[in-house]
């Protein structure tokens, strides 16, 4: 089992910077494919990002590409998400989530076994 903590939400301005990380517990961080998800209220559980188990490979969704950045460090068990050239649409509670074994990056919220608690982003314009 893979227990997952968040933390790095906040409230910042348009335009600024800001870094997410999640913790891990467990021996099997380094066997999952590891993703970011938002979600707004009202609204589904949207993918963000996600990365492959060496950190070789990542996705993102168009919304986000090449303003965030998915990283992780196994051995600190740990995975990041940089997020850069904020936009008021990017407000939202974000969750980190683990595909526990995978050997593909997924999209779907649903391959997802382990997710965080999620954290509130919200950026003001």
């Known amino acids: 089992q893979v227990q997952l903590v968040e933390s790095g939400g906040g409230l910042v301005q348009a335009g600024t910077s800001l870094r997410h990380s999640c913790a891990a517990s467990?021996?099997?961080?380094?066997?999952?494919?590891m993703g970011w998800f938002r979600q707004v209220p009202g609204k589904e559980r949207d993918f963000v990002a996600a990365i492959c188990r060496s950190g070789s490979v990542t996705a993102y969704a168009d919304s986000v590409k090449d303003r965030f950045t998915i990283s992780r460090d196994n051995a600190k068990n740990t995975v990041y998400l940089r997020m850069n050239s904020l936009k008021p649409e990017d407000t939202a509670v974000y969750y980190c989530?683990?595909?526990?074994?995978?050997?593909?990056?997924?999209?779907?919220?649903?391959?997802?076994?382990?997710w965080g608690q999620g954290t509130q982003v919200t950026v003001s314009s």
């Open positions: 989530a683990a595909d526990q074994w995978a050997a593909n990056l997924e999209r779907a919220r649903g391959a997802y076994d382990y």
């Open positions: 467990g021996r099997a961080f380094s066997a999952s494919v």
